[in-house]
């Protein structure tokens, strides 16, 4: 979702879900599955013509299926900042 407050100043967010299955990985183990949910936000901003910045907040948390894989979850929370210029 996205949306533009003035001509210089955007934002967006989104949310996501992926599930990851690993396909008979060792056979004397319980199948292998991932529920992966991210939450994503950013605000745009146009300084120039050609040039514009951005910051963005990113969580996303990998969660197994089995508890035998447990040792594999993780929370990951990133923050990033740009500059795109524009020829």
């Not at 979702?1 to 990851?20: D, E, I, P, Q, S």
């Not at 910051?55 to 035998?68: G, I, K, N």
């Amino acid at each position: 979702y996205g949306h533009k407050f003035t001509k210089r100043l955007g934002v967006n967010a989104g949310l996501g879900w992926m599930r990851m299955e690993y396909s008979d990985e060792y056979p004397d183990r319980p199948r292998k599955y991932f529920n992966e949910y991210m939450v994503d936000t950013g605000v745009q901003y146009l300084i120039l013509k050609w040039l514009s910045a951005d910051a963005h907040c990113t969580y996303l948390s990998r969660q197994a299926e089995d508890h035998f894989y447990q040792a594999e979850e993780y929370d990951n929370f990133r923050i990033s900042i740009g500059l795109k210029a524009t020829l």
